[in-house]
Structures are given as C-alpha cells and as structure tokens.
C-alpha cells in the first residue's frame, strides 16, 4: 500500500473554518460519532455537523458536563464513555448496536496531551491507551454499524507525531516517562491506524483518513502551564495566541473536511492538514506541518494494529 502525499487544491485553507467546508452540504442523512464532542475542536466539530443538519453523537467521559455544552445544539446525544477503560468501551458499543443504527462518520477527536504519568487498565501508559488503543476499540466494537463504500472514520492526530515515531522498545515507557515524547508516539500512532484501517476496508470497511487540525489553543493543553506555554511561543505576553495559531473553528475544519470531501475517496489512509493533503515534512518546524514517513509506514502500520488487537483482545476488521 503506497499512500500519495500531495496538495489537491481543495479550495480550502488554513483559515477556513468548519461550517466552510460544509457551506452548501445537506448532511440531514448522516449519523457521525465524535469522541470529545463537548470540548474544544471536538465541540466545533459537533457544532458545525449538527448545524449542517447531521445526527451528532458525543461519547463523554463527564456526560453531565456534555450535555451542558451542547443543550443549544440540536441532534445531539450525549452518552456516557471513558475510553481508558475497555469495559466501559464495550458497554457503550453494545447500547449503540443494540439501536440497530447505521454510523456514517466517526471522528476521533478525544486526547490527552503532555499529561503527568498516568497509568491505567493493566498498566498503560495515558497517551497510548487514550488516544490510541481506546479508540482502536472502539472502532473494532462499532464495526457493525459502519456501512460499506459510504462509512469513514478520522482520527485528529498532530505534527507532534513529528517527535516519536513508536517506541517498539519501550512503548509504555517503563525506562523513564517523558510527557511530550508519550504524546508524540500516541499521535503516530492515530496516523498509522488510519494507514491500516483503511487497506483493511478496500476489502468492504471504511474509508480512513488521519488530519493535523493545526495549532489551537483549547482544553487540551490544560497539563502546560502558562510559563511553559509563554516559553514555547504559543502564547504572546498577553495570553493572546501567537501568531499562526489557528481559532477551534479553523482547528475542526480538517477532521469535518476529511469525513465528508468527495475529493479523498481515491486517497485513503492519507494524512491531512489545512482542509487538503499534507504535503512531505521537509522540516522539523511543526507549524509548518506536513507529515513524516514514519506516520505512513505500512509494515509499521500493520505491526501496530497486530499489537493493539493483541493488547485489546480485538480484531473485528479481519
């Protein structure tokens, strides 16, 4: 599986926002799943498919705190699910597929970032068992409700996947905990799910896609402190964002591009940014963006999905 990485002028850009890309779309018979609905880019995904007339469920860990951030949104439900632990995975999956409905899009939007060491289930590190292995399950549970040919699953990855490719020798850094390395690996690892996802539903599954969504300042960033923050350019002395910094509704415009252009459906398993396709890093500047070939790597694609299927005891896409 080769995965072309170029620019297809989509019209789109780094300032356009999610309801622009959507500007036009009926999406009244569309039913999406975005994890992390309720919260930052997640909540202006949600806002804008909901106002494009899309059917919007939103997993929440804190369902009470969802369903008040999105009370004025319509077609919305909030229901509850933690996705660092995989029993409440699975409840979650059986109560959906239990309604018999068919799922169009689900955006994998929830993360941690650069969190204090955490451990959960038996003994995984925070970043990979959240961002990736919980929703490597939960995309296996759901697969019933996805529909072939039409179904896409986005995973929001970053250029901070720009740090680590996965760390096959010490993947839950058992050796020494490095908080920004943890989220760098998680964030490859969103990117090659999407590579083996997608070469496993040429065969009647999804179509899967990975974005950078830029940089944004939101919730995620709740771990840095704001010296941190100042230090690392991402806020002026104001605590203003600095330059180049993107508005959560610009942020959301390439997961909601990616789950709905008909311009990818020749290019699965790509990794966007900027509502289009990334274009090779040829730096190390993640502002600039662009991916890196560790992120696309089929064999290193197909290892992780073989060790996470072994991890989670899932494999519904075989």
């Known amino acids: 599986m080769v995965i072309t990485q170029h620019k297809l002028g989509s019209g789109f850009g780094a300032h356009s926002t999610a309801d622009d890309v959507l500007t ?15 919260s930052g880019l997640g909540l202006e995904t949600t806002r804008a498919l909901a106002r494009a007339g899309a059917r919007v469920i939103v997993p929440a ?15 919305t439900e909030v229901h509850a699910l933690d996705l660092a632990d995989l029993e409440s995975v699975r409840a979650f999956s059986d109560r959906f597929l239990d309604a018999g409905r068919p799922l169009d899009v689900i955006i994998n939007s929830a993360g941690v970032m650069a969190c204090p060491e955490t451990r959960v289930g038996p003994g995984w590190e925070a970043h990979f068992a959240i961002n990736h292995l919980g929703h490597f399950a939960l995309v296996n549970r759901l697969r019933p409700a996805l529909t072939p040919g039409r ?3 986005v995973s929001v990855a970053s250029s901070g996947h720009f740090l680590s ?3 096959w020798d010490d993947l839950q850094f058992r050796d020494g905990y490095d908080r920004w390395l943890a989220y760098a690996q998680s964030k490859t690892a969103n990117a090659l ?3 083996h996802l997608d070469g496993l539903g040429a065969a009647g599954g999804p179509r899967a896609f990975s974005v950078h969504p830029g940089s944004i300042l939101t919730p995620l ?15 002026t002395s104001e605590g203003e964002p600095a330059p180049g910094f993107k508005t959560p509704a610009q942020g959301a415009a390439t997961a909601v591009w990616a789950a709905t252009s008909p311009l990818l459906e020749r290019y699965g398993g790509a990794y966007c940014q900027d509502c289009d396709l990334a274009d090779p890093a040829t730096s190390d500047d993640m502002l600039v963006g662009g991916v890196k070939p560790w992120a696309l790597d089929p064999a290193q694609a197909a290892r ?3 060790l996470s299927s072994e991890l989670t005891g899932l494999n519904a896409f075989a």
């Open 61 to 75: 860990r804190r369902p009470a705190a969802a369903e008040e951030a999105l009370r004025d949104i319509p077609k």
């Open 24 to 38: 036009g779309i009926d999406l009244s018979d569309m039913t999406a799943l975005v994890t992390g609905g309720y």
């Open 221 to 235: 960033q709740r771990h840095i402190p704001r010296e941190e923050q100042l230090a690392q350019g991402w806020i």
């Open 193 to 195: 799910f999407a590579v």
């Open 304 to 306: 992780l999905w073989d």
């Open 151 to 153: 179904s896409r699953v």
């Open 165 to 167: 490719g996965i760390r």
